[in-house]
T-cell receptor
Framework: EAQVTQNPRYLITVTGKKLTVTCSQN?????MSWYRQDPGLGLRQIYY???????DKGDVPEGYKVSRKEKRNFPLILESPSPNQTSLYFC???????????FGPGTRLTVL | AQSVTQPDIHITVSEGASLELRCNYS??????LFWYVQSPGQGLQLLLK??????LVQGIKGFEAEFKRSQSSFNLRKPSVHWSDAAEYFC???????????FGQGTTLQVKP
């Protein structure tokens, strides 16, 4: 089954404790992206990757890091999480350009 | 700057009634437009998309949307709503050639029995 998976689905952590949210897709998509969803703001792009070893900032990259060492994986790293990063995070993938983006199930992160 | 506006934050309709969710966009070139639905606790599922051609596009679950360039709108419609349609709906525009999507704020649909 074609899908984007994220782990963990739920995470509660404390300020400053490094964490990684994994994202993996099995559709051989070149393009992958991370979004955060906040009430009243819709989804905003954090980082994206056009291909392996090619990443770039989205609209709200502060406090986040990403890497793309393999085509299928695109982890999101929070080196020192803060409460304002409490949010619902989505990973997405697609073919190059403006094709349909397939979304993962989301990761709900709470930073205390 | 590119943007998407969904004027209605929350809409309530009765089951069996028709539905129209509004979406207005601001984009300099020909837009690539999408509607996604997010059921409670779920990820986003694509309902339909417009790239070019016929301005009335059909999607899954009985939804359709009409692209109106003169009004910069891409409203989503369904002739008869089912209780299972209760969800949050997002309109999005594709930006540039990076694959980025710019989302509206979302519209929450509640369906009354």
């Amino acid at each position: 089954e074609a899908q984007v998976t994220q782990n963990p689905r739920y995470l509660i952590t404390v300020t400053g404790k490094k964490l990684t949210v994994t994202c993996s897709q099995n559709m051989n998509h070149e393009y992958m992206s991370w979004y955060r969803q906040d009430p009243g703001l819709g989804l905003r792009q954090i980082y994206y990757s056009m291909n392996v070893e090619v990443t770039d900032k989205g609209d709200v990259p502060e406090g986040y890091k990403v890497s793309r060492k393999e085509k299928r994986n695109f982890p999101l790293i929070l080196e020192s999480p803060s409460p304002n990063q409490t949010s619902l995070y989505f990973c997405a993938s697609s073919l190059p350009g403006l094709h349909e983006q397939f979304f993962g199930p989301g990761t709900r992160l709470t930073v205390l | 700057a590119q943007s998407v506006t969904q004027p209605d934050i929350h809409i309530t309709v009765s089951e069996g009634a028709s539905l129209e969710l509004r979406c207005n966009y601001s984009y300099g070139a020909t837009p690539y437009l999408f509607w996604y639905v997010q059921s409670p606790g779920q990820g986003l599922q694509l309902l339909l998309k417009y790239f070019s051609g016929d301005t009335l596009v059909q999607g899954i679950k009985g939804f359709e949307a009409e692209f109106k360039r003169s009004q910069s709108s891409f409203n989503l419609r369904k002739p008869s709503v089912h209780w299972s349609d209760a969800a949050e709906y997002f309109c999005a525009v594709g930006s540039g050639n990076t694959g980025k999507l710019i989302f509206g704020q979302g519209t929450t649909l509640q369906v009354k029995p």
